[in-house]
């Protein structure tokens, strides 16, 4: 049987806004939150427990979590380094949890300051504890296709931490293409080498349109089986130690694809672009997503 | 057998040009495309012979082809409209000339103010002038996949207009998504039709990255059997008709694409990123492809 959903996760508000340099206000991280609760969304990753002294945007997460209208359809996710976090995160009410690491031991020594196999224990904690406490974990795996300090990583190493994270207990991993280096071609051999152990439902794709390439993987996933996508909200983001600096694909460029793919996402294109705007309005800054370049140019006409 | 060569062809200082307000002088247009000519491209359209009341930014036509310093190994070839385009043309060498006309009634009036059915006859007594004169002809079509008038278009009218322009020997067919509306389903479906009567090596695949999907499709074409590919140095361009005003999808962000999925394009890409750097210091204003951004980046860290 085939479907025509797809599943559209949201991260501008965490992946997104924790790149950012300008301090976005909790009153206003809440409004964009809310913003995004209007547009058909059914799941969005609103925080970080990671400590305020690597990420100060998100300091506020406890005030953003226990101050958000939420409706009861939606997951509202945050994002958790280790134990610590989890304890943090487990005082405020949230859905589910996500946790993560890289294919590469060179991005994950720079980003968690631990080789790979020191960080599966700490994740493991994080794992168990949100068992005991009904919450059910994703996991994260960045630089799934490139490393900024190792280059090129193999499918077999991915599949290598994919491995433990499911043995776990995590109940979805999202593939990163952290420094956006992919193509095509990368995604596919990836893909082969971890769908020929596990069903497609176990992944979602996270892609960065660094080089331009992120719409042309989503295609490839979708073609080989994917069906849940992470996008940020005017492509917001980017990671600090790659190149470029290019943000997360657009949610509303990604909502475009699908829709005129004949897929079905659920969401509304004119409330995307409110939350777009939105945010754009609270950073101060240009966001240049397709859609939003459409929008200014109807304005303009 | 299969082949690992792409072939790219250089559209930026015709179809770049002719949409850009700022006016390029003669001789910054000549050392343009010398320095195109640098970059490994064998092909390049570097002018037309439209009209100068319609496309005052090449008026120059006939100076740019009579100063141009020209390499052996690349084809020179000029856009016409018509047989008087023609006569202007043959004026000066060229080695390829290129036929136009839209797949949908309504673009194609609004561009050429004659009906399909009437245009047939006036491309066709080029493409016979051209051959007394040992000139090829190419023709594009475009409006292949959505009319910004007559909204989708059908593959079958893309192969009424197609099957034309081979009965009158056009050597090439680059069809063209003008409004970049198409995603990978729809390129699927378009080359389904053309290819289940014509071989790949007619047709060649132009596209415009208004909703993000250029990248996208050009792979999907890649997939079909297709390995021709027009694109322009710096995403210079954008239909004047189209909403959101998006350029042709950059030279060097398709160089990168088929680099990194193990195809050879022949370029070199610090040479197009310099001929891009050029003609944006002329244009004055900021070409926002994406190897430019992470050229600016690399500066900046």
Known sequence: MTTNKVRIKEVGPRDGLQNEKNYISTTDKIAFIEKLSETG????????FVHPKWIPQLADAVD???????RKEI??????PNIKGLERALQVHIDEVSIFMSASEGHN?????KTISDTFPVLKEVVEEARLNNLAVRGYVSTVIGCPYDGPVK????????????DMGVKEISLGDTIGVGV???????????????????FAMHFHDTYGTAIANIVKSLEMGILTFDSSIGG????P?????????ATEDVHYLFTKMGKQTGLNAKKLLEAAYFIESKLGKTLNTKQLAISRSEVNH
Chains 1, 2 share one sequence.
């Open 41 to 48: 969304l059914d799941y969005i990753e609103v925080t970080s």
């Open 64 to 70: 953003v979590l226990c101050n958000l209208k939420r």
């Open 75 to 80: 997951t509202y996710a945050a994002l958790v």
């Open 109 to 113: 020594l720079s980003n968690i300051n």
């Open 155 to 166: 499918p077999e190493q991915v599949l290598y931490v994919v491995d433990h994270l499911i």
């Open 184 to 202: 095509p071609t990368d995604i596919e051999r990836l893909l082969e080498v971890l769908l020929k152990k596990y069903p497609p439902y176990l």
């Open 236 to 239: 917001l983001g980017g990671c």
């Open 241 to 249: 130690y790659a190149k470029g600096a290019s943000g997360n694909v």
